[in-house]
């Protein structure tokens, strides 16, 4: 982040030392107002940049066995382009090492997801997932396991076909 800092600094001294340059050349002054305007356009955009960039800085920090499963994108009043282009702020992630099989039952996959946000704390939810019913069910934090060894009605939620999840989890 603080190389990203002084690439935008150098950025707005170049545009500085042109404008600069220019005036010198014709023989004017430079106006007072060109500092503050080009500072406060670089930090401007320096902020925009690192809001929008977030996401991929955050996946290509991730080892391969982790995979996106999902994101979500979001608005703030604060930052009103984001009603144009909203800004993704949350992902999903599964690392691959963790899912884990039912013994009997293969089709059942023991999944942790990773749930990651801007400016925010990760999270882990743990989920169970049905390859042959395209559905899986968030875990409680301490659930509640009958004789068979499956969560005691679990709470099924339906996947579409091709979903992310289903993909890294049944592959």
Known sequence: MLIRLVAAAVVAATVLLLIWAICHSTGRTMPRLVWPLVIAASMFGYAVYDEYSWA?????????????????????????WTYLVPRTERLSVIDRATIRTHPDRPTLRLVEVVLLERARSTLRVNEIIDCDADRYAVLATEP????????????????????????????
């Open 56 to 80: 991929s800085r955050m996946r290509a920090g991730l080892p391969e066995r982790i995979a996106t499963v999902g994101e979500g994108r979001g608005t703030s009043p604060f930052s009103p």
């Open 144 to 171: 509640v396991f009958g004789p068979d060894g499956l969560p005691v009605d679990p709470a099924w939620q339906d996947l579409p076909d091709g979903a992310p999840r289903l993909q890294v989890a049944c592959g």
